[in-house]
């Protein structure tokens, strides 16, 4: 399951309830948050966020994202920007998930001198190459950032990953499969061309918050894969948030088939 752009500090009750009941039916294996957990990185904010993450009783992977480093605090956020995220989350800023069907790796886009955008090393770059490369066949193989490599809009373009264009030539030819994103609140999946092997961008809606685009819901990401989706297949399910009932709803299934030797 992926969780995005919570926001917490700007949450929405009924749909933290409605979260939580949802991940309560599906009992998913892993639990990604793609960054942006709270609103302004305030310790009561990340105190809610890690409480809403256990309720959800899953194994966590966590990414930070721009507004989890302290935005007015400047002697916090340039001396000790991941301070309070640690403190809820772990002192690992980029956590790898290894099970015999998947493999996820998460990469801290997030840096103290940007407001808001982000971007990618060389080295980290290497790294998660390096990682991939090392794969068992059979895994689906995921990385998550928080700001999106591909987008749907011309306004969304200056959001983009900086170093996205190296990233993904790299990283598809080590063999992932899918690059999970958030940061802009717009739930798509969006076949990335021009690559070695077939590789997609999955981008989750904000979860829980009232900062929704007009017309957009909030929503998660639910991805099947092995012995939970057709053999070969990866099955991509976007659930949002129906506020007319109070519950998460299925709204768009994207399968895709990502390439094996």
């Known amino acids: 399951m992926q969780v995005s752009d919570t926001h917490f500090g700007t949450e929405q009750p009924a749909v ?8 309560r039916q599906q009992q998913p294996d892993v639990l990604v948050l793609s960054g942006d957990i709270t609103q302004r990185a305030r310790p009561a904010q990340f105190r809610a966020a890690r409480a809403f993450a256990d309720r959800l009783a899953a194994p966590l992977l966590a990414v930070p994202g721009n507004h989890d480093i302290p935005l007015l605090d400047l002697w916090t956020r340039l001396r000790r920007p991941y301070h309070r995220y640690v403190g809820a989350f772990g002192a690992d800023l980029e956590p790898v998930h290894r099970s015999p069907e998947l493999m996820v790796v998460c990469v801290n886009t997030t840096r103290p001198w940007r407001h808001k955008h982000g971007e990618v090393s060389a080295a980290q770059v290497d790294r998660v190459a390096r990682l991939l490369e090392a794969a068992d066949a059979v895994q689906l193989r995921v990385v998550v950032v928080h700001q999106p490599v591909a987008v749907t809009r011309v306004e969304d373009l200056p959001n983009r990953l900086r170093g996205h264009a190296a990233a993904l030539q790299r990283w598809a030819t080590a063999g992932a499969d899918l690059v999970m994103g958030g940061h802009i609140h717009l739930p798509y999946v969006l076949a990335l061309p021009g ?11 904000t979860a829980v918050s009232s900062r929704v685009r007009e017309g957009v819901p909030n929503s998660v990401n639910l991805l099947r894969w092995g012995r939970h989706a057709t053999p070969g297949h990866c099955r991509i399910e976007q659930w949002d948030y129906a506020a007319d009932r ?3 709803v299925r709204a768009k299934v994207s399968e895709v088939r990502p390439a094996r030797p």
């Open 16 to 23: 933290v309830e409605a979260l939580a009941a949802l991940a």
């Open 246 to 248: 109070g519950v998460f």
């Open 195 to 205: 690559l070695a092997r077939p590789l997609w961008a999955v981008q989750a809606g």
